[in-house]
């Protein structure tokens, strides 16, 4: 009896050891909530960076179609329609997806930035037993469109400056604060 029950204590060992390059994917959807062009997208310099353990594994450009290499895994980043289908050589994306292939299992963090937007970071993305998907939106206080004045939130005081501008015809001002890019 003895001997059976300290062989027993190797099975969580051996559990663990069989787990021990097991990977997945983690696909994440930003969804463009007030209609931009991919070219304007790009302009604002859309990126998702992947944190694992607080230490970045890479940044990917949002706008860039194709795949990325980022800390050893394989990043394909791919704009749909606004139906989430292809989007089939159209400029007017409704989402930009990337897919985070080959991650090993723990807890990883994505954080959203670009020109105009409020970062917003997704923490303790746990990738154990299955894969993740995580969406946010551009229009839904996630990874918001309208921080003009770059102090991470977007209030009265972009409102405020959107006002002072409005009819400008200068370059510096329309870079800055023309968020639908016409």
Same mark, same amino acid.
């Given at each position: 009896?003895?001997?059976?029950?300290?062989?027993?204590?190797?099975?969580?060992?051996?559990a663990?050891?069989?787990?021990?390059g097991?990977t997945?994917?983690?696909?994440?959807?930003v969804?463009?909530?007030?209609?931009?062009?991919?070219?304007?997208?790009?302009?604002?310099?859309?990126?998702?960076?992947?944190?694992? #353990? /607080?230490?970045?594994l &890479?940044?990917?450009a949002?706008?860039?179609a194709? %795949?990325?290499?980022? @800390?050893?895994? *394989?990043?394909?980043v791919?704009?749909?329609?606004v139906d #989430? /289908?292809e989007?089939? &050589?159209?400029?007017?994306?409704?989402?930009?997806? %990337?897919a985070?292939? @080959?991650?090993? *299992?723990?807890?990883?963090?994505?954080?959203?930035s670009?020109? /105009?937007?409020?970062?917003?970071t997704?923490?303790?993305?746990?990738?154990?037993?299955?894969s993740?998907?995580?969406?946010?939106g551009?229009?839904?206080?996630t990874?918001t469109?309208?921080?003009?004045?770059g102090?991470?939130?977007?209030?009265?005081?972009?409102?405020?400056?959107m006002?002072?501008?409005?009819?400008?015809?200068?370059?510096?001002?329309l870079?800055?604060?023309?968020?639908?890019?016409?």
């Amino acid at each position: 009896l003895t001997a059976l029950v300290l062989s027993l204590t190797l099975l969580p060992t051996t559990a663990l050891a069989a787990d021990e390059g097991v990977t997945g994917s983690l696909t994440t959807a930003v969804r463009i909530d007030y209609a931009q062009r991919l070219d304007e997208l790009a302009d604002r310099g859309l990126q998702v960076e992947l944190q694992k #353990g /607080g230490a970045t594994l &890479g940044t990917v450009a949002l706008t860039r179609a194709g %795949v990325q290499n980022v @800390g050893g895994c *394989q990043a394909t980043v791919t704009p749909k329609g606004v139906d #989430g /289908g292809e989007l089939g &050589g159209g400029q007017w994306p409704g989402f930009l997806e %990337v897919a985070f292939e @080959g991650l090993p *299992q723990g807890s990883y963090s994505l954080v959203f930035s670009g020109r /105009g937007y409020t970062s917003y970071t997704e923490k303790d993305i746990e990738l154990r037993d299955y894969s993740r998907h995580v969406v946010v939106g551009t229009g839904d206080a996630t990874f918001t469109l309208g921080d003009v004045n770059g102090d991470g939130a977007v209030n009265e005081a972009d409102r405020t400056a959107m006002a002072a501008v409005l009819g400008s015809h200068r370059p510096e001002e329309l870079y800055q604060y023309d968020l639908n890019g016409d």
